[in-house]
């Protein structure tokens, strides 16, 4: 939305939110790793997991918060990771996460001018011209 194309920015903003709410309703846990390479729980599998679901921003702040308190609100999301569907949870937030993140990114070409828009010819319309001696092109 903020480069103008609001019909995109709105599906992936219903998009990464859906998924993420997916991943509260399945009881999901954001997994946190020891970070000491010497600790017998650290590797590096865990570690990027933990990077990628912390790319959802502000809602992975909620629930880590949520599982450190106990105030009615946050213990809504505050659930046990131990039932049948958590795993799942978890990896639908790492799938927000990680849509979130190319999102981001995307946007941030797309503001700065790095990004190139690449036309792709559309199935059925007509072909692109060849380049000719006459249209400038180096042989």
């Not at 480069?3 to 709410?21: C, E, Q, S």
């Not at 912390?54 to 949520?66: M, T």
């Not at 700065?112 to 010819?121: D, Y």
């Not at 692109?128 to 042989?139: F, I, L, V």
């Given at each position: 939305?903020a ?19 997916a ?25 990027l997991?933990?990077i990628?679901q ?13 599982a ?14 131990g039932t049948?569907?958590?795993d ?21 070409d797309l ?16 072909a ?12």
């Open positions: 939305m480069v103008g194309d609001r019909k995109r920015g709105i599906a992936l903003f219903v998009l990464v939110n859906a998924i993420f709410f991943g509260l309703a399945f009881d999901g846990y954001l997994y946190v790793p020891p970070f000491l390479p010497r600790t017998p729980g650290f590797n590096i599998v865990a570690t997991t933990f990628v912390a790319c959802n921003g502000g809602l992975c702040a909620l629930v880590l918060a949520a450190d308190t106990k105030l009615p609100l946050l213990g809504l999301l505050a659930r046990d990771p049948a569907w958590a799942l949870g978890a990896v639908h937030f790492l799938v927000s996460g990680g849509l979130n993140y190319f999102a981001t990114v995307r946007l941030y503001l700065t001018g790095s990004a190139q828009e690449e036309t792709a010819p559309v199935a059925g319309g007509p692109p011209a060849p380049e000719t001696a006459e249209s400038g092109a180096q042989p």
